[in-house]
């Protein structure tokens, strides 16, 4: 229930949740991979009791039929229910599942179906009577109040999508982006139907409403108005995002919206999957990295949509994502799927107001001033930003300690990480966390330099450094070590490539072939093409190239034939330390194909010989 306290620090404006944690019901469903995962993690990181998730049983697919929904979901919810009457919202985790079978032979626009979507109908588990033809009216629709146990409805939001790490993403991206305020530049898609009466016109008419809230709470958009739909790829720093009417889209090019967007396309079957990226919008959406969405499991018909200039007209007010759902949601016991954590406020009371001081707070915590004195924290947020703080930790830790295995995930996942934060204010603060992934990589940098001094073919992690850190402060210090790598490297090419062009004037098209061979091992030597250019004068050269051939042949038959007699032996390390350091250096022909394939097999033997170990 709702504290005095809690209703007033509303009224004074102060940013509390509308929804209390003790509110919640998390659902998870034992038998699918990762759902209580997914719980325990939600329930952790916005302090709801552990008491307050509920384990079932029941099938791992999305789609259901009545009798396992009975038995195995609202059978099970509503005993626990019983004896919880202060849960307002379920929030079903992924593997929980998505919707029920229809049942009966439709006979009208409403009238005999009984399908539906499951958390459509836990939104009237605590109603008195069951009404499985059609659909219900929400009492609850248009209301600018917060939700009652008195109501009897329940707020049902699920954390789900394509993947278990993308389902418990919207937690992280939520609490970010409600700690620190969204930021990016919105896209509105209308089909600037004519004025009209058909359901398409009013539909039209109730999205283009969007735009005035949007304006009015001053966030940047793109209005388009023309009937096909937008390429979603064209978007620049993509944030909120509405559109309509596309069964699904493949963007020419990659989408990836900013963290706390909340994306949205109406079609009938929106919500049909949540897992198949390839199918309608919401599973694709989720997996472009939106923070929230909602659409329809089965066709829900044009007023069976949620509202959507209800819905941001009562985020604009300060309700959580939730919330407003439950007021834009026209038809309960139907088809609607909100996804996204219901707690998550992304427009508090004051939040233009606010938004710098909890930005500068919340970097405060995540790395204390060595200085002065940290922002203070409101109290009202201390629990949001406790969360924010340990989620963050938690990611640079990782970082920090992958890096040392495997740097170019670390590398990775520290983008990652800074694509979470674009924008919020905390990138600074996480700097300081990831000191040590620098560190780590400045020690791998001084291992490379000792390593190419020794020996200065020897640029294989130089390679890898440079494909993986680019965007890393250290890559200006690499940058440097390569020119001075390229420098070394350019003396020991030159002093090889004079032997082997004396080699070609002389007509030694073997050792020529192999002087060049050596001096391709210098990968950063300005000059490395001129290497495989006198090789291709060598090939150009019918009589060289027959004389190189030859000479190949025979040299490569003695290795061939010294080599088979260790294998035969059993000594597959000594054909291995015959065949390939050498193999290289000479040109494609039938004897090379031979000790490369002998080479393989002997590489075999030996892996074998490990495992057996």
Known sequence: ??????????????????????????????????????????????????????????????????????????????????????????????????????????????????????????????LDEEKLDGARENPFIEQDRALTVDDKLMIVCRLDGPTVEIAKGLVEKALLAEACTPEGHSYLDTRGLPPGNDGYVQRDDIMEQVEGIWKSMAIPYTHDTKPDVVDLSTFEQPLHYYGWYAGGQKPVGAVRFHTGGIDVHLHSFAGATLRNTAANWCAPLLSWNATCTYGTVYEPYTTGFPYEHIFWDRLSKGFCFGEAGMM???????????????????????????????????????????EGTAPEVNAAWQGLFDACVRLLKARAEVICTLVKTNPAEAVKLKADLGF?????????????????????????????????????????????????????????????????????????????????????????????????????RFRFAPSLADAKALQDQIKADPKAAEKLNEEAGKELKKLHEAAQKDFERKRYDKVEAAIKPTLDDYPECDEKKACAELLKQAEAKLKEAAKGK
């Not at 949601?329 to 909890?358: C, M």
């Open 1 to 126: 229930m709702r504290r005095i306290l809690a209703a007033l620090l509303i009224l004074m404006a102060t940013p509390l949740w509308a929804l209390e944690p003790s509110e919640v019901l998390v659902l998870a469903n034992s038998k699918a991979e990762g759902s209580v995962e997914i719980a325990q993690y939600y329930a952790g990181l916005r302090n709801i009791p552990t008491g307050n998730i509920l384990t079932i049983s029941t099938s791992i697919n999305e789609e259901i039929t009545r009798e396992e929904y009975n038995k195995e979901i609202r059978d099970v919810v509503k005993a626990w229910l019983a004896d919880h009457s202060q849960i307002l919202c379920i929030v079903p985790a992924r593997g929980v599942p998505l919707k029920v079978k229809g049942h009966t032979k439709p006979t009208g626009l409403f009238e005999g179906h009984t399908e539906a979507g499951v958390d459509s109908e836990l939104m009237c588990i605590r």
């Open 420 to 520: 979470l934060i674009w924008n919020l204010g905390l990138d600074d603060a996480v700097g300081v966390l990831l000191e040590p992934l620098n560190k780590v990589l400045k020690e791998q940098l001084g291992t490379m330099k000792s390593e190419f001094k020794s020996d200065p073919r020897n640029t294989a992690a130089l390679e890898a450094a440079l494909r993986d850190w680019k965007g890393l402060a250290i890559e200006k210090d690499l940058l440097e070590f390569k020119e001075e790598v390229a420098q070394k490297q350019e003396k020991e090419f030159a002093a090889l490539m004079k032997t082997a062009h004396a080699r070609f004037k002389g007509k030694r098209y073997l050792d020529a072939w192999q002087s060049s061979a050596q001096a391709q």
């Open 328 to 370: 834009a949601n026209h038809l309960i016991s139907w088809q609607s799927v909100f996804v996204g954590d219901p707690l998550y406020t992304p427009y508090p009371k004051d939040w233009k107001a606010s938004k710098e001081k909890r930005r500068l707070a919340l970097a405060g915590m995540v790395h204390p001033p060595n």
